[in-house]
């Protein structure tokens, strides 16, 4: 026969009401305690029904993930990474990860409120923040848990990981200047999103420090995708004094501006640059390698999950915005003349 709590309790010499507030986490419980019962629990094979905490916590014990509407694909390299480290962190604090994806702003509200209105999580994780946000609105307004990857400029405080790329690419342009590249384009995304609004500041500033010109016909939006950045970098290389190096406000967009610049002639790492932005796994494996601002992804991930985590059961955070400097990880994609 399988053990009970009640043997749990007994076999300490504790009520079963201090077994079960232990085993479920709550804070009213001695650490030395809590850790005696767990271990004791899992000696004896005691495993807790998980509806029967979730009834008595009320609480589903998962957390959702909506692919923004503004993204096209699960298989993107970073929503890879991104919900592997949202799903390892949520596992390990026996949390589960509901995922699910929305073609259309509408959809995706839907999809909230469904979530909201029948309790099938507990919070949710935002990321591909826009500048004025109308998830972080409205979650804020029905005061339901979330965390996001990034700030919107809405005004309104919740835990985030903030991305903060200027050192970065300051280093980026000083190596490609150096490398003899000068005429620099960038490719953003949607121009509503603070991906974008920030990495075109960021840009623009690290232009000016290394005193190099900034001109407007060498900015364009895509949709954060390689087909995007291959469609948005034909146009910049048919024109009549081309750039020689194109910066991507992801690795998923440079990826396409490789394929792009393949098809028109150019040798990659010579008389032509790409640089993206995330390091993802996959950029190592590009031809060239892909140079790129790198951020850890599923660090981050998992960061996130561990503010969201501690929201719901109501842990104080010393900080509710963590910052990260991405790494300029320099690769062949770059290599100049």
């Known amino acids: 026969m399988n053990p009970t709590i009640r043997d749990v309790a007994k076999h300490l010499n504790l009520s079963i009401t201090t077994v079960s507030r232990a085993l479920d986490g709550y804070d009213d419980v001695a650490d030395s305690t809590r850790a005696l019962v767990i271990e004791t629990a899992q000696k004896m094979g005691y495993s807790p029904n998980r509806a029967a905490r979730q009834l008595r916590r009320q609480k589903t014990e998962t957390i959702g993930f909506i692919l923004p509407a503004s993204a096209k694909r699960f298989d993107e390299p970073f929503f890879t990474e991104f919900i592997s480290g949202l799903g390892e962190a ?8 509901l995922v699910a994806n929305a073609k259309t702003v509408e959809m995706e509200l839907a999809l909230y409120q469904r979530w909201l209105q029948s309790n099938k999580v507990d919070g949710v994780v935002l990321n591909r923040i826009q500048q004025k946000d109308w998830r972080v609105q409205y979650l804020t307004s029905v005061k339901f848990p979330f965390t996001a990857l ?18 970065g690419y300051v280093e980026l342009i000083q190596h490609l200047y150096e490398g003899g590249f000068s005429r620099m384009a ?8 603070i991906n974008h609004i920030d990495q075109l500041k960021w840009f623009k500033a690290a232009l000016k420090t290394c005193e190099l010109p900034f001109r407007d016909d060498f900015v364009l939006s895509a949709d954060m995708t390689s087909a995007g950045g291959y469609e948005t970098a034909k146009q910049l290389l048919v024109l009549p004094d081309m750039p020689d190096a194109i910066l991507c406000v992801n690795d998923e967009t440079a990826f396409g501006v490789l394929h792009a610049a393949h098809e028109h002639g150019l040798t990659v790492g010579q008389d032509f640059a790409v640089a993206g ?11 060239p390698p892909l140079t790129t601002l790198d951020i850890p992804v599923p660090d981050i991930a998992h960061q996130l999950a561990q503010m969201l985590l501690a929201k719901i059961n109501g842990v104080h955070l010393e900080t509710e915005e963590a910052i990260i400097h991405p790494k300029l990880l320099i690769r062949a994609s770059t290599c100049g003349q």
């Not at 960038?186 to 121009?191: A, L, S």
């Not at 932005?277 to 031809?287: A, L, N, Y």
């Open 277 to 287: 932005f995330d390091g993802v796994q996959d950029s190592r494996h590009t031809e």
């Open 186 to 193: 960038f490719i953003g995304g949607h121009k509503n999103l």
């Open 150 to 167: 990034g700030r919107s400029q809405d005004g309104m405080d919740y835990p985030c990981v903030r991305v903060d790329g200027a050192q």
């Open 90 to 97: 949520l596992s390990e604090q026996n949390f589960d990860l």
